[in-house]
């Protein structure tokens, strides 16, 4: 009896370790296939920069004298429904914060966002410069915590499979941004 039993959770940790390689194997092969922009995304936060922060390039971006402000660039060419839903969280986050959230849209169209029914200020900036001093592309909305050096604390971008994520975000900066507040 118990030669039956060592062998059946022999052959069941066997069979999960098979599952287990089998898991780790599949996700290094999508990794593999994702797209340039999303594996540069991906490699950047808080946890991954290290050093080489990423810094702001663009010069009608503003730099905070000193503090962080959460930045928010948007495009004329990113996801719709990416939009509606940033729009959304940032006309609430906006009510509570004014001062501490800039708006930006890269493009030369100032009446892009008319539709999405924002209620605080955006300014137009050149699509010609790039905001980041590297190749990084914008297309959905980013937003980005700014420190007074210019360099990016946190980045987040919209993305329309995960809306759940958008919301986490918003409810870390509100957070983060009443922290501040509360200490001043």
Known sequence: MKKSTF???????????????????????????????????????????????????????EIPDSGIVFTVVMTDFGCNSCMVNEIRLLNDLYSDFPNKIAVYIHSNDNSYLEQFKNT?????ISNKENILDNTFEFSNPIGLIIDSNKLVQSIHMAQPENPGDRNFYYKKIESLLSSLETEI
């Open 7 to 61: 062998i059946i959770v022999t052959s069941l940790l066997i069979l999960l370790n098979i599952s287990l390689l089998y898991q780790v194997s599949h996700l290094n092969n999508t990794d593999n296939n994702t797209s340039n922009t999303v594996e540069v995304f991906d490699k950047w936060g808080p946890e991954s920069i290290g050093t080489s922060h990423a810094k702001i390039n663009h010069s009608e971006i």
């Open 120 to 124: 605080f200020p955006v300014q137009v």
